[in-house]
């Protein structure tokens, strides 16, 4: 039964999004059907789709009191909206639904694990929220709370573990048929780790082990994790808050942290072995990963930061976009990403460059211009003696407005830069990450959207990701070179 308050968010969204006109959106990066989106939640593949809900104030395009909003894809391109399919409308999640994830029953239905949450009044006057985890089942439209919500609470956390942090479930099926979820927390220091849970049947669940635990290496509260196995290894997907930069990684404050080492099933413990930033770019935050029918590990992220979601204002209905969904691998031990291989099915129009040769100066090529497009430059000295200083690529170009990725051969740093794409804001524009040294070689593959760029580095070794909200019309791009560079250059036009 639909309840009055998720009734009222549906007819809200349904009417409010008549007011988004053509172009208004990202082409093909989901953002949300009307209001404010944050954190991918139950990203999964169902009954022949992909569905990717999310955290969801319909409302406002400010945070506010979170739904579950829904969209679902057969490419993961295209998406089509379905009505929100969870409100803040139970005693025990009266003050919001956060995040969780999805899975399929064997009777067919679909399980949403999710964090619901409640304000209890503090001695000093204030609210602290306690977390506990939920349940609803549904056919992939309409769900259904669980009679016996919340299924963990506070008498199933271990000594030490704080009530107020304990969210974010992520759930899993085991090869045996039974269910793991993992759901983060930390100590009242505000220590992060997170806390293994197992069920026979996803209604009844029962504390495990502490998988892993932060030990002061990685921020504070661990939110979003997500567990899964890959290429071999277990790999571990955390967004913890307030971090503190350690090199050219974890500069975000609130940022992602992707660890790669194996899982002790004996004693049900993670032990990392290696740790890298997901994303070195601005705005990205809560990764969620689904497998998809052929096997794939895809990645799909919020593209935004707390520190700058604010920032700009927008003049729509809407706000928050998700990331280009990405599969990912590991090779020598590293993370990497790369973007859909659904996306090539874009591709239209192709306008290619070999061995342009230019030096200290700034050049454009014919056909090379667009706000939708997948762009490919592999870069090299054009004189191996005297490696070049600098070469950058600006794009969303007009004669005020770029923003630019930029490669240092010298230092091996690529940095995006949006200072000069429009923004009247002194907020973060700014974010480098050290790549690979290969002697001035360089390849860059960058994802143009209406409003975001992904920046893609030697075949995925690192992504920057970085959202900007320039004038649509300004669509030119070019290329600078301090000392002499060689450039080849593929750009498709994305026709969505």
């Known amino acids: 039964m639909v309840s009055q308050t998720l009734r009222e968010a549906r007819n809200y969204e349904e009417i409010t999004e008549k007011k988004i006109g053509e172009g208004e959106r990202p082409a093909f990066h989901l953002s949300p059907r009307v209001g404010w989106m944050n954190d991918p939640n139950g990203f999964s593949y169902y009954n022949g789709k992909y569905h990717l809900f999310y955290q969801y104030n319909p409302y406002e395009v400010v945070w506010g009191p979170m739904h579950w909003g829904h969209a679902v894809s057969r490419d993961l391109l ?27 029953l064997p009777d067919g239905r679909q399980m949403l694990m999710y964090t619901g949450v409640v304000k209890e009044p503090q001695a000093d006057g204030g609210f602290k929220e306690v977390q506990t985890q939920c349940i609803a089942v ?115 404050g609130n940022g992602t942290v992707c660890q790669i080492g194996t899982l002790d099933r004996e004693k049900n413990v993670f032990i990392p072995e290696y740790d890298q930033a997901i994303d070195y770019g601005i705005d990205f935050y809560a990764p969620q990963t689904t497998l998809a029918p052929d096997g794939r590990r ?93 070469f950058a690529v600006r794009f969303a170009q007009n004669e005020i407005c770029h923003t630019a990725v930029s490669f240092r ?24 990450s050290q790549v690979r ?31 900007f909200y320039t004038d649509q019309a300004a669509d030119g791009i070019s290329f600078f070179a301090d000392g002499s560079v060689a450039m080849d250059v593929v750009k498709y036009d994305l026709m969505v």
Not at 83 to 101: E, I, T
Not at 409 to 432: C, N, T, Y
Request: charged letters at 30%.
């Open 78 to 104: 295209h998406w089509e909206y379905l009505p929100a399919v969870m409100a803040p409308d139970m005693p025990y999640d009266r003050n919001g639904v956060f995040s969780g994830s999805a899975v399929e």
């Open 409 to 432: 051969p010298h230092e091996a740093i690529v940095k995006v830069d949006r200072k000069f794409s429009g923004s009247r804001r002194a907020i973060i524009h700014q974010r480098r």
């Open 138 to 252: 549904g056919d992939g439209t309409e769900y259904e709370k669980y009679p016996g919500n919340p299924v963990l609470t506070e008498k199933d956390l271990p000594a030490g573990a704080s009530r107020y942090d304990f969210r974010d479930p992520k759930i899993w099926r085991e090869t045996d048929g039974t269910y793991r979820c993992v759901v983060g927390n930390c100590t009242p220091g505000r220590d992060g780790r997170i806390l293994l849970y197992a069920s026979e049947d996803g209604f009844h669940w029962k504390f495990l082990s502490v998988l892993v635990e932060s030990r002061g290496r990685f921020g504070e509260m661990w939110e979003c994790p997500d567990f899964f196995e890959l290429d071999g290894k277990a790999v571990l997907l955390i967004s913890p808050t307030d971090m503190m930069p350690k090199g050219f990684e974890y500069h975000n």
């Open 437 to 467: 040294d290969q002697g001035g070689r360089v390849k860059l593959r960058i994802i143009l959207d209406r409003f975001s760029a992904e920046v893609f580095v030697n075949d995925g070794e690192h992504v920057l990701t970085i959202t």
């Open 298 to 390: 895809i990645m799909v992220g919020w593209m935004q930061n707390w520190d700058t979601c604010n920032a700009h204002k927008p003049k729509g209905v809407w706000t928050g976009q998700m990331t280009l969904p990405r599969e990912l691998s590991i090779r020598d031990g590293r993370l990497i990403q790369t973007p859909v291989r659904e996306l090539e099915s874009l591709w239209g129009p192709k306008t290619e460059h070999r061995n342009v040769a230019f030096a200290d100066t700034v050049i454009r090529l014919d056909g090379i211009s667009g706000r939708k497009i997948d762009m490919e430059l592999e870069i090299r000295p054009g004189d191996v003696e005297n490696i070049y200083e600098k």
